[in-house]
């Protein structure tokens, strides 16, 4: 690795020679998008087709009293009303709650009832004439109401799960969690420097560009099949099955093409309403929601109220981290405080720490995951405080974080001891590049900082079945949102020694393929990825078996390398792989190869960012003026993707820091709902994002992959916070760091 | 689901003819930029039985200059026609802070400043630069015609003087004589796809220094926009200076009456009332001694 001459966007690559691994084609799906022809949810279309609406509660905390139904069961075109009532008695009921409110509505945009109409407009008029009567009761909006006493109570039935053991006691609070790893007391006496504070988030939406939407089909032999835009058809698959009441083999989900999710398209919403509908009718019922409903009845990431205190020697060494988290799981319990806890102080090796997490509900739709979840809430806090003591000892932010880095063999604050891990890698990079070491431009801030994200493995399947012209055809079961398609088809092409543009990637529905968990948790390229790989090793050996039988040798004495089969004894005997392919059918069929995997071996993701800012001093708008991500990607397959991933985590958390929020009013409505009023950044709003991606490869896959999605989502609202702390003297302890925010706060 | 009916008139006295029969029931059509936004949103103000287009209406789409009258723009006119007209760019040109900063090139390509005026936003980003031009509106209606200020067309948010049966025909610029600059500023958290958290149009006139006249008005600090007539007076007799401009922007802080919610806080936007009339203040001076 030579981190002497950068460019933009370059990559400090590992030193395996490949053939297709970390080359840059043209992705397999690129003509249907750039033409349109690409089919999305809200594109299906089927002869006979019903247009479902959703009746939403205007209220954030409410009784439902009743429901009456009947006047918008009269109006002429409507054909079929459904509520709670109409689900099977079994399954889980905050899960069916949240998809049609029986008892309780929890969040303004929670749905109450679905209707199916001969079109959109008869179904949007039947919802005005549905009655339903509520009993408003006061709304508990951020962790700071739900845990106080006396609050509101949202679930009479939540009782505190108290580190693993049910206390019994009702509140808000659902569980507290924490883990220790020696004696922070101890600790804290040994430090010379302490920085302590708090820190607030407001819940912020993944900001996907394609509502969410759901086509259902129930026949009259009891199948259902459904068309929608998941980032996981199987789980969309068990889920129904589960609610519905019927077994997995009776539902069929095919994911249609998808425009974002983020952990945002994981939860299902629509599916069983339409699937309800689809079986009163008789006809395919297709919901699509509004940019209102996206914002309002999907799952965003939450608000958090974070505390932490760490302390430091001199040398800089920290001695002791402390961590208190609480975050908004929304209206039903699981916010990502789980996740938060193990990424909070993970980039340091610390002897002494405590982090305590909390999972409180709230009035607000029920969180989902957003890229890295937790994660960025938590660096908002411990990656300023860690600013904060650098410059209270007069140390360099990355030399201070480089004498406290984690390597290889460093236990975690949450327990799992790193394998090999590039932090160090991320952060030298970071301290050589040449925006590090540029002077700031005049009137401008810089901040630093790094991030964590621990990454998934779990279940994948891929098939590949061998084109008599020597091309192959490869499915599975990943839904394709950044590029996917071509870097799992990579890793075929690799191992088969062809072109990328020879393997045809299909991503297929539930009854084509093995179980395939989430595209999430950064695991696709790593596993899916992996199980292409295992599915062309298949297809290779047999490649060499059949070769053995044409020319009637030991099969043991051949080779297949760069599409070529040869002997190792005899080199006469040479055969392309498209050579072979002709000749299948008639040496015993065709060839097809498969694997399932649940690979063990992951690797977490570091990813820095560089941020130079300028504020205007009347206005307090800030201009970010240049910003450079560094991450360890393991191995960059489709380096273009990866640089992708590195930027787009890159622009949402910059979002994330400077503008957007769920703004609220009292009872509990946002006011912003639209895409006018969430203000996510415009390319105007952003300069040119630097990537330079560092490859420490990961030794638990064939390639060294680690997940690239999430780390990069980390860094960005503390490296923003401590620029503007160093352009203005303003310590931004909540976000968003607004224009009216800064303006408005009085330096440090 | 309702039924709209859609006309397209080519007179104004057809157009004024459909407006009135219909009972109050009719919107006039522009560039459709607010009203099909509204129409599909189901906007409670917004729930016409009849859409009446007014593009093919020939005093609708006039665009002239005459030194003596000043400019006329049509209340059709695109912005993009506005900001490509030789006279707009030789006597109007502050006009283009506004034209160019509605929306995008798609929108520009159908908004007008006449829509901007008749929707009636608190944030309409070309009419605090119509009140700071002392532009006047020309209206039809079935018993004739009239002639307002811009400042009194907006009574509320999407409310104005025009009654349901009246049609905006054109907007009226007057000439401005030597030592006239004029700006219009808005301030959003992004650099686009926003609504003015505050907006200030500011005109002035300079003779030997001095000003002779002086205009401010804002957006986006009150349920419509605002003549600031008080902070353009104290201007009026002084010499340029720091000070003057700091006085008049310190009357419309004062003269700002913001509500708080997710765009901005009341305060944030008053403060901002002071930053953005000094900004186009300063600019409008600058465009007048450059001018002059
Ligand atoms: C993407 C987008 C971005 C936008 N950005 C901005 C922005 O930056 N700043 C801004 O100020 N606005 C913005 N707008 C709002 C809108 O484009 C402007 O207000 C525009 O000037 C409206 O002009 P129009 O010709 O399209 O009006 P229309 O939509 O045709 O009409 C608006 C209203 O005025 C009435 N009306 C129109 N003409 C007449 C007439 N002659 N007589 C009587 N009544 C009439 C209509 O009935 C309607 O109620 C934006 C809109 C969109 C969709």
Redesign the interface.
């Known amino acids: 690795m030579t981190t002497a001459d950068y460019e933009r966007n370059m990559v400090l690559a590992t030193d395996t020679d490949y053939k297709v691994i970390g080359t840059r084609p043209v992705r397999h799906d690129g003509a249907d998008k750039v033409t349109g022809r690409a089919i999305y949810g809200a594109d299906f279309d089927a002869a006979g087709l019903l247009h479902g609406k959703i009746l939403r509660s205007p209220h954030a905390h409410a009784k439902i009293v009743s429901i009456d139904t009947s006047k918008a069961e009269k109006l002429d075109g409507v054909k079929a009303v459904v509520t709670s009532k109409d689900f099977p008695e079994v399954g889980n009921q905050w899960l069916k709650d949240n998809i049609l409110a029986s008892d309780k509505a929890l969040y303004v945009g929670q749905a109450i009832v679905g209707v199916a109409a001969s079109?959109p407009?008869?179904a949007?008029?039947a919802l005005g004439l549905i009655d339903v009567e509520y009993e408003v009761l006061t709304p508990v909006l951020t962790t700071q109401e739900a845990m106080a006493t006396n609050a509101s109570i949202l679930h009479d039935s939540l009782t505190t799960e108290e580190l693993g053991k049910d206390t019994g006691v009702v509140s808000n609070v659902a569980s507290h969690t924490q883990h220790v790893k020696g004696d922070i007391s101890k600790g804290f006496a040994e430090a010379d420097v302490v920085v302590e504070r708090e820190y607030n988030t407001k819940t912020v939406h993944q900001g996907y560009i394609e509502p969410h939407n759901a086509t259902a089909l129930w026949s009259p032999d009891g199948r259902l099949h459904v068309w929608c835009s998941t980032q996981g058809s199987f789980v969309v698959r068990d889920s129904l099955a589960e609610l519905l009441d019927m077994p997995v083999s009776m539902v069929r989900v095919t994911p249609t093409e998808i425009g974002g999710g983020f952990g945002g398209k994981i939860p299902i919403y629509l599916e069983p309403v339409a699937a309800l509908l689809s079986r009163k009718t008789g006809a395919p019922v297709k919901i699509v929601m509004s940019r209102k409903e996206t914002f309002e009845a999907s799952g965003p990431t939450p608000g958090s109220q974070i505390k932490i205190k760490i302390g430091a020697k001199h040398d800089g060494t920290i001695t002791a981290a402390y961590a208190w988290m609480a975050m908004e799981a929304g209206a039903y319990p699981g916010s990502p405080v789980g996740a938060a806890v193990q990424c909070v102080f993970s980039t340091y090796d610390v002897e002494n720490s405590t982090i305590d997490g909390f999972d409180v509900v709230v009035n607000k739709p029920k969180t989902a995951a957003y890229r890295a979840p937790g994660a960025p809430n938590a660096a908002f806090g411990a990656e300023q405080a860690i600013n904060e003591l650098a410059e209270k000892l007069g140390m360099d932010p990355i030399e201070l974080r480089l004498k406290n880095v984690a390597t290889e063999g460093t236990r975690r604050p949450d327990g799992p001891v790193f394998g090999r891990i590039g932090a160090k890698e991320v952060l030298e990079a970071m301290r050589d590049h040449p925006h590090y070491q540029s002077a700031k431009a005049e009137g401008t801030g810089r901040g630093i900082s790094i991030g964590f994200w621990f990454n998934i493995g779990f279940d994948s399947a891929c098939n590949i079945a061998v084109n008599k012209d020597g091309s192959v055809n490869l499915t599975e079961g990943s839904t394709d949102i950044g590029g996917s398609r071509t870097s799992i088809a990579m890793h075929a092409a690799e191992v088969l020694g062809i072109p990328v543009e020879d393997v045809r990637p299909s991503v297929v529905d539930t009854d084509t393929i093995g179980f395939t968990a989430v595209t999430g948790g950064s695991r696709t390229t790593f596993a899916t990825g992996w199980a292409a790989y295992e599915a062309a090793q298949d297809v290779k050996k047999q490649c060499i078996d059949r070769a053995a039988i044409i020319w009637d040798v030991d099969a043991n004495n051949l080779q297949m390398e760069d599409g070529v089969i040869s002997s190792q004894s005899d080199s006469e005997l040479k055969m392309t792989f498209k050579e072979l392919a002709e000749q299948l059918s008639d040496t015993g069929g065709g060839i097809s190869g498969s694997a399932s995997v649940n690979p063990s071996g992951v690797g977490g993701s570091f990813a820095g960012n560089i941020a130079d800012v300028s504020v205007d001093p009347?206005?307090g708008?800030t201009t970010v003026e240049r910003f450079t991500c560094v991450q360890d990607v393991g191995k960059a397959i489709h380096p273009s993707y990866v640089e992708g991933q590195m930027q787009g985590g890159s622009v949402q958390g910059i979002g994330w820091a400077?503008?957007e929020e769920y703004?609220m009013n009292d009872e509990g409505t946002m006011?912003?709902s639209s895409?006018?009023?969430y203000?996510m950044?415009?390319s105007?709003?952003l300069p040119m994002i630097d990537t330079v991606i560092v490859e420490v490869a990961n030794p638990g896959h064939p390639f060294g992959v680690r997940g690239v999605g999430e780390a990069n989502i980390v860094p960005p609202t503390p490296a923003l916070a401590n620029a503007i702390y160093d352009a203005t003297g303003k310590r931004m302890t909540s976000l968003p760091m607004?224009?009216?925010a800064i303006?408005?706060a009085d330096a440090e | 689901?309702k039924w709209i009916d859609f006309e397209k008139p080519n007179t104004v006295e057809d157009a004024v003819k459909l407006l009135s029969d219909s009972g109050g029931n009719a919107r006039a059509m522009a560039g459709g930029t607010d009203l099909i936004v509204m129409l599909r949103v189901g906007h409670p103000r917004v729930n016409p039985d009849v859409v009446v287009d007014i593009k093919s209406i020939p005093e609708l789409n006039e665009l002239s200059y005459d030194a003596n009258k000043g400019l006329t723009v049509g209340a059709a006119v695109e912005c993009y026609k506005i900001y490509g007209d030789d006279n707009v760019n030789s006597h109007f040109s502050a006009l283009n802070d506004s034209a160019t900063l509605i929306g995008g090139t798609q929108i520009q390509g159908r908004a007008s400043f006449g829509g901007n005026l008749c929707n009636a936003a608190p944030s309409g980003d070309s009419i605090p630069n119509m009140i700071a031009h002392r532009a006047v509106a020309t209206i039809t209606g079935p018993s004739g015609t009239r002639e307002v200020p811009v400042e009194d067309i907006c009574t509320g948010p999407g409310q104005t003087s025009i009654e349901s049966d009246e049609l905006l025909i054109s907007i009226n610029f007057p000439s401005n004589g030597a030592g006239f600059g004029a700006n219009y500023i808005r301030?959003i958290?992004?650099?686009?796809?926003?609504?003015a958290?505050a907006g200030v149009g500011a005109s002035v006139t300079i003779e030997d220094g001095k000003f002779t006249s002086a205009r401010v008005s804002l957006a986006s600090v009150a349920p419509t926009p605002l003549l600031v007539e008080e902070a353009g007076e104290a201007l009026v007799g002084q010499p340029v200076s720091e000070g003057a401009i700091q006085k008049a922007a310190d009357l419309a802080k004062a003269a700002a009456k913001p509500i708080s919610?997710?765009?901005?806080?009341a305060?944030?936007r008053k403060?901002?009332c002071d930053?953005l009339t000094r900004r186009a203040l300063t600019t409008a001076v600058e465009r007048a001694q450059g001018a002059s």
């Open positions: 079109n407009h008869v949007e008029s009347d206005t708008k400077l503008n703004f006011t912003n895409l006018l009023d203000r950044p415009t105007l709003d607004s224009p009216g303006q408005s | 689901m301030f958290p992004r650099n686009e796809m926003d609504i958290v919610d997710m765009r901005g806080t305060d944030y403060h901002l930053v």
